[in-house]
């Protein structure tokens, strides 16, 4: 809402403090300002610090009113890695450092909250609102069939199917996930499964959360129906108010436009952007380039690097690859010496940056494909723009989005615990090039509901509208 009504309910928003979370989360906050309530958003200092040195978020969120961003420590240095396996020591110091700052936090807060939307990887969030009396609703922002399957955790190893039974296991059919039992595979689980000792503390702490959700009243989903139907209605066998309000940054977009604000460029960022790759994108022909992108997290040896710059050059196709400082583990004392015919080949037909508009570049008339690690995000991101997608999972989540866009929906390739420069160099020939056709008319065809469903009549609108005024009944 603009500046000028009154009395409408507070809401706190708390997202555990990665891209993929912040980004869609921050979403969520504008579509709540956008329909009157006050908003609360709560960033991790480190975070807070980028958003504001490399996005108009602050000038972006202003003009709402009962707007506000806080920030908590989340227990790190400051110079301390949060990328790839340092991510769950981020979540361990947080639980240990923000919690009692953030209780503090919530109990003196002016208007009083009548609602706190808590990330569901962030359990404590959960523990503090109950404790001070502040109903919560939790936000996943994984996809409903990874929600559904780290739920059903409990029941895999009672059923004896968990632990997997290495590596010769992984093709096995998992049979204890209801809405999944004919393709699900161990190789498809989330990545926390892949441990032989099932009291591991990343597993434990995933199942531990999700099952915390039946303590929340309500859970928000960045999915929508027509995608994920079958399995929402799975979770709504264990969950009431369960909202599927996706693909947000359509929904989003949708709004402002009806609401007749500006909506160019505007990012959430962690990372400077580099924008110059839209202007390489301008040069390329249509649907020609391959894009690759395995998000924020994702670290890959130096080994998987060449194999997939091998496989990338030698497919002859173009290629806007998304080369972050922080994507390959190191190696100390090792020259960078890159084999010729790779650097040649990119100077030929790719690019390398190290951050991009990707929502910007997913809609170029040039993008033809995204070789992705399966993030949610990108996932959504790529589906709304209609570009097929080859799966290159790297951890959580990622096993069983990729498995869904390959085998459920068809919406591109899995190529899951395969690094392999010939099978990267196939994988783009078929999708850029050979079966271009097939996957593209699905992806267009779901790209069509994903916008029918943020539109007014459309599921995603409805269940926002619902989430809506289920807040509002919580004021007073
Ligand atoms: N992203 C971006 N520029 C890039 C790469 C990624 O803006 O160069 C954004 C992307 O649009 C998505 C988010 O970063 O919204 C990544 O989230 P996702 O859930 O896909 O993966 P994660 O980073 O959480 O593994």
């Not at 706190?12 to 969520?28: D, E, R, T």
């Not at 393709?183 to 915390?212: A, E, G, H, K």
Request: proline share 5%.
């Amino acid at each position: 809402m603009e500046k000028g009504s009154s009395n409408p309910p507070h809401v706190l928003i708390f997202p555990l403090p990665a891209q993929g979370h912040v980004n869609s989360m921050l979403k969520l906050a504008e579509l709540l300002c956008l329909s009157g309530l006050y908003v609360t958003f709560v960033n991790s200092e480190h975070n807070h610090e980028r958003l504001v040195r490399f996005t108009d978020l602050q000038v972006r969120f202003s003009k709402y009113q009962g707007f506000q961003f806080k920030t908590v420590p989340d227990g790190l240095p400051v110079e301390h890695q949060r990328t790839g396996n340092h991510f769950m020591e981020l979540v361990k110091t947080m639980k240990m450092v923000t919690m009692p700052i953030f209780k503090e936090m919530v109990q003196g807060m002016t208007p009083p909250l009548n609602c706190i939307i808590g990330d569901g990887g962030l359990e404590f969030v959960l523990d503090a609102a109950i404790e001070i009396g502040i109903p919560v609703i939790h936000f996943r922002t994984v996809s409903s069939c990874s929600f559904w399957s780290y739920f059903c955790i409990p029941d895999m190893i009672n059923a004896g199917e968990l632990p997997m039974k290495g590596s010769q296991d992984m093709d096995r059919i998992v049979t204890t996930v209801p809405g999944m039992q004919t393709f699900l595979r161990c190789r498809d689980l989330p990545s926390f499964c892949r441990v032989d000792d099932m009291s591991d503390l990343d597993l434990q702490l995933f199942t531990n959360c999700t099952r915390q959700t039946l303590r929340a009243r309500g859970l928000i989903l960045n999915t929508f129906e027509e995608l994920e139907g079958p399995i929402l209605s799975q979770i709504r066998r264990r969950f009431s108010n369960v909202y599927s309000i996706g693909p947000l940054h359509e929904h989003l977009r949708k709004k402002l436009i009806e609401q007749k604000h500006q909506t160019h460029q505007s990012s959430n960022s962690l990372r400077e952007v580099d924008r110059s790759c839209l202007s390489w994108l301008d040069k390329q022909p249509s649907k020609s380039v391959l894009y690759v992108s395995f998000g924020s997290q994702a670290v890959t040896t130096k080994e998987q690097f060449l194999e997939f710059w091998h496989g990338l050059v030698d497919s002859k196709k173009r290629f806007l690859w998304v080369m972050r400082a922080d994507s390959i583990a190191k190696r100390d004392g090792e020259a960078e010496n890159y084999p010729p015919e790779l650097v040649e080949g990119t100077k030929e037909r790719g690019l390398i940056v190290e951050w991009t508009p990707q929502e910007e570049v997913l809609a170029h008339e040039a993008v033809g494909g995204f070789l992705t690690h399966s993030g949610w995000n990108s996932t959504l991101e790529s589906i709304v723009a209609g570009v097929p997608m080859i799966c290159w999972p790297y951890f959580a989540d990622q096993q069983i989005n990729s498995r869904f866009v390959g085998e459920v929906w068809k919406l591109g390739l899995d190529m899951k615990d395969v690094c392999d420069r010939k099978v990267v160099e196939k994988m783009v020939n078929d999708l850029i090039e050979d079966n271009r056709e097939e996957f593209v008319r699905s992806v267009a065809k779901m790209a069509e509901l994903a916008r029918n469903s943020v539109s007014e009549g459309g599921s995603s609108n409805h269940n926002l509208n619902c989430l809506i005024e289920d807040i509002r009944l919580m004021v007073g």
